[in-house]
């Protein structure tokens, strides 16, 4: 088996990978390094875990000339700020024993540090593709040296509405330049911008989306509300063999309600993370949670995409996405680099077109686990749980929502007789006078 050693890599590069205890390249860092070495443009088809940050940093990095020209010539972009602090830090671990001038600019914070740092001058740099478009705008940033492209998570880009800055940056760039795509996907979107922008691209495909990497064991359980959900969450986080835990929900809400009612209940080690929560605590966040300060985590989407939390041993999807490819990126978060992991979902009735549609996309059933026998059913619902009823109105049509099962003969006082109104009678009394309707004649 092929070793980084083999590999056509300056000795400082191999020097880093040593101490980071890194011996053997992944199929697409093998594959793409070599391309990229030759100057092809590659578009690699890669998912979560299969190693494509270091399939392109590997190679660039080993072509990497010392220079003091101000203006970066290798140019980075991917879709979130906390990717952006990933792969500057993947750089930084990769080059003690090289000078590479990085530095990674994202938006929620002051644009001034930023721009003097880019002032200073750069080889790389990484962005997300929002505040690389500002400091281009603002002649902060120049494009004409770049020599090298790499759109990361380029498919996740595009839904989060980047289209625009997107197409403004690649304008400002020079037209002869090696581009490297990575995309977990190929939808209509990344098809249409790479025939515009893209000539010549060689494709290499790994683990290709809706195909989970054999090294996760999934389980599902049947849970029909939000607070069995818990009821069965805390008796799984009790678990030995859990060291490191993702949990996955559906929105903001629901994480910080998750998160308050683990806490009543005892948990500790406990984390909690969504798009809201302000720049610094989400990186405070994640340190605590990778340096293992808090067991678990409990996370929206945002983490789903990209992130490299080493040593995950389970992923929870306390909520099913609403997307099915979603579902292979959250479970891709563990049983990464031939290590085992563990994906457990709970499904509730209303999911099961949602699990279909999984277990067709990955071409396999996810197997149904028994309930423990501590578990209990919660009678308690949320508001979004409460079965809606429809009454019919006193025209006969069934559009009157009354909300809830639990109706009850109004309280004495609350109960009223309907009186005729006698408006003419409320006028005289109001104007202490006869009151003469405009129609009276």
Same mark, same amino acid.
């Given at each position: 088996m092929m070793e980084f050693r083999d590999m056509k890599m300056p000795k400082a590069l191999i020097r880093a990978l040593d101490d980071m205890e890194l011996k053997q390249p992944s199929p697409i860092q093998e594959q793409v390094f070599s391309m990229v070495k030759a100057g092809r443009n590659v578009n690699g088809i890669a998912q979560t875990g299969t190693g494509k940050t270091l399939a392109y940093l590997l190679p660039i990095l080993s072509l990497h000339q010392f220079s003091n020209v101000r203006n970066p010539s290798v140019m980075i972009l991917v879709p979130t700020r906390e990717l952006v602090r990933q792969v500057e830090e993947e750089i930084v671990r990769l080059t003690p024993y090289m000078t590479v001038r990085v530095f990674g600019i994202f938006g929620g914070v002051n644009t001034k540090p930023q721009a003097e740092?880019?002032?200073e001058g750069l080889d790389i740099i990484v962005g997300t593709p929002g505040r690389v478009a500002d400091f281009v705008n603002t002649g902060v940033l120049a494009l004409k040296n770049i020599k090298r492209l790499v759109i990361d998570e380029f498919d996740e880009m595009l839904n989060q509405g980047f289209r625009a800055q997107l197409k403004m940056i690649l304008d400002k760039m020079p037209e002869r330049r090696q581009n490297l795509l990575f995309s977990a996907t190929i939808n209509p979107e990344v098809e249409e911008m790479m025939e515009e922008y893209f000539e010549m691209m060689d494709q290499v495909e790994v683990a290709p989306a809706g195909k989970p990497l054999e090294t996760i064991h999934q389980v599902k359980y049947e849970v029909p509300n939000f607070y069995s959900k818990v009821n069965l969450l805390e008796i799984i986080l009790k678990a *030995? &063999?859990?060291?490191?835990? $993702?949990v996955f929900v559906g929105n903001k809400k629901r994480a910080e309600l998750l998160y308050d009612t683990l806490i009543e209940?005892?948990?500790?080690?406990?984390?909690?993370?969504?798009?809201?929560?302000?720049?610094n605590r989400r990186f405070e966040t994640l340190d605590d949670f990778e340096l293992g300060n808090s067991r678990i985590m409990i996370a929206t989407d945002l983490l789903a995409r990209g992130l490299d939390i080493k040593d995950v041993s389970h992923v929870i999807n306390f909520d099913l996405p609403e997307i099915e490819e979603s579902y292979i990126h959250?479970?891709?978060?563990?049983g990464r680099f031939g290590k085992k992991g563990v994906a457990i979902s709970f499904v509730s009735e209303n999911d099961g077109e949602m699990m279909n549609n999984l277990e067709e996309l990955m071409g396999l059933r996810v197997p149904s686990? &028994?309930? *423990?026998?501590?578990y209990k059913v919660s009678e308690?619902? $949320?508001s979004e749980e409460i079965p809606s009823i429809y009454m019919p109105d006193y025209l006969g049509?069934?559009?009157?929502k009354l909300v809830g099962t639990a109706f009850h003969e109004k309280a004495e006082h609350n109960q009223k007789t309907n009186v005729r109104f006698d408006y003419e009678?409320?006028?005289?009394?109001?104007?202490?006078k006869q009151y003469r309707p405009k129609n009276a004649r």
């Open positions: 740092k880019i002032m *030995p &063999e859990i060291t490191r835990a $993702l209940s005892g948990i500790d080690n406990l984390s909690y993370m969504h798009a809201n929560k302000n720049q959250r479970i891709g978060r563990t686990s &028994e309930l *423990p026998d501590s308690t619902l $949320l049509n069934h559009n009157q009678a409320a006028m005289k009394k109001k104007y202490k």
